[in-house]
Every structure is written in structure tokens, then in C-alpha cells.
């Protein structure tokens, strides 16, 4: 089983700034099946990026993704105050199918 | 529009067990894989079950893998979990969400329906 680690637990960071977000998997991981979430308070989780550096239809080009083998990264370029949330990675494997990163919460300054 | 409402959440006693359901609208519902996943109180993102589209496929977290049965119903458009020999550890709100065509990830979720196991 692949397990994904993000760090760091928690960002503080002000509007404006520039947040990045990484995601290191255990074993390396095909960039295609690797994606990001963004999930505010008592919402549901949204899809920011698909195969590790895709936007998802209508997400900001304020938020960018790469990485590949082991280490990802959400970078978001300047924050807006929406943007602080919390942010999960998610890998698509055999067994289990799919599994999440603990998340980063992204927190205002 | 695409839309995802769960519903069938409840308070339940250990041992007991229950049938969430998704209504699923906007899309061809019978295209899709359609996935479960669920979030404990304050904590993250565990997934839990997905199903292919006309049922060929279906996977389980291990955490559940025996007690908990997804189907579908593409006439209805509908999906479903059956939950059975539940414990304080399937406390969540548990979110349908689809598979991004030809993807590998989720890219629409409903808002959840909450599971609480209490005695």
C-alpha cells in the first residue's frame, strides 16, 4: 500500500503570498494518478488538479501542480481569501483503489 | 448541472447497519465509476468503496472490506452502500462522488449524509 505524506501539517501564511504544498509518497507513483483537493469547512472536498499538474475546469491558473516519482507539489501563487482551506492529495493505486494524504491546513497569518 | 445528493444517514447502535444512497443528475449516470468515502469527525479523507459502471468492478477498503456492499442502479441513477456491523469507527460523513471520466480521481462529490454509531 502506498502511503502519502504531506507537510507540512499546518501553513501560515498571509494573502498575497506564495503557499506551496508538498506530497511525497512512499513508492513512486505514475504522475497520472496523482491529484489535489481543496476542502473548506463543512463542504465537500473539490478537485483543484488531476494527473499531478492539470487544472480541473474552472480552478484558478493562481493554482499550479507538479512533481513526479515520490515528491509532489501544490504551489498556489498568490493566495486569495478563499484559498485558506485545507488541501489533500490522492493517489490512485490496485489495492487500496484510492488513498488521501492526511492534509495541509492552510491557515490565515 | 452535475449533482450528488446522499441521504440515509442516521444515528445507529453498534451492530447495527445501514443503506446510504446517492442520487446521482446532470450526467449518464451508467458512464460512470462511482466511488464512497467518508471523513470522521476532524480528521481527513479515508476512501472507502467505488463500483464500475455497470457493476463488473467493485473494491473495498479494508477497513470495511466484508461488512459494507456497494451497488448501483443505472435505471435509477442511483448508488448505494450497505453498511452492516457498524462501530464507533464508521462515525463519518460519507460523500458520494464520481470518477473523472478516464481518470483516476474524483471530480464531483455530493455534500455528505452523516453516520453516527452511539450506543
Known amino acids: 500500500e502506498i502511503v502519502l505524506t504531506q507537510s507540512p501539517g499546518t501553513l501560515s501564511l498571509s494573502p498575497g503570498e506564495r503557499a506551496t504544498l508538498s506530497c511525497r509518497a512512499s513508492q513512486s507513483v505514475s504522475s497520472n494518478y496523482i491529484a489535489w483537493y481543496q476542502q473548506k469547512p463543512g463542504q465537500a472536498p473539490r478537485l483543484l488538479i488531476y494527473g499531478a499538474s492539470n487544472r480541473a475546469p474552472g480552478i484558478p491558473d493562481r493554482f499550479s501542480g507538479s512533481g513526479s516519482g515520490t515528491d509532489f507539489t501544490l504551489t498556489i501563487s498568490r493566495l486569495e481569501p478563499e484559498d485558506f482551506a485545507v488541501y489533500y492529495c490522492q493517489q490512485y493505486g490496485t489495492s487500496p483503489s484510492i488513498t488521501f494524504g492526511q492534509g495541509t491546513r492552510l491557515e490565515i497569518k | 448541472e452535475v449533482q450528488l445528493v446522499e441521504s440515509g444517514g442516521s444515528l445507529v447502535k453498534p451492530g447495527g447497519s445501514l443503506r446510504l444512497s446517492c442520487a446521482a443528475s446532470g450526467f449518464t449516470f451508467s458512464s460512470y465509476s462511482m466511488n464512497w468515502v467518508r471523513q470522521a469527525p476532524g480528521k481527513g479523507l479515508e476512501w472507502v468503496s467505488s463500483?464500475?459502471?455497470?457493476?463488473?468492478?467493485?473494491y473495498y477498503a479494508a477497513s470495511v472490506r466484508g461488512r459494507f456492499t456497494i451497488s448501483r442502479d443505472n435505471t435509477q441513477n442511483s448508488l448505494y452502500l450497505q453498511m452492516t456491523s457498524l462501530s464507533a469507527e464508521d462515525t463519518a460523513v460519507y460523500y458520494c462522488a464520481r470518477d473523472r471520466y478516464g481518470g483516476y480521481e474524483l471530480d464531483y462529490w455530493g455534500q455528505g449524509t452523516l453516520v453516527t454509531v452511539s450506543s
Open positions: 463500483v464500475s459502471t455497470v457493476t463488473t468492478y467493485k
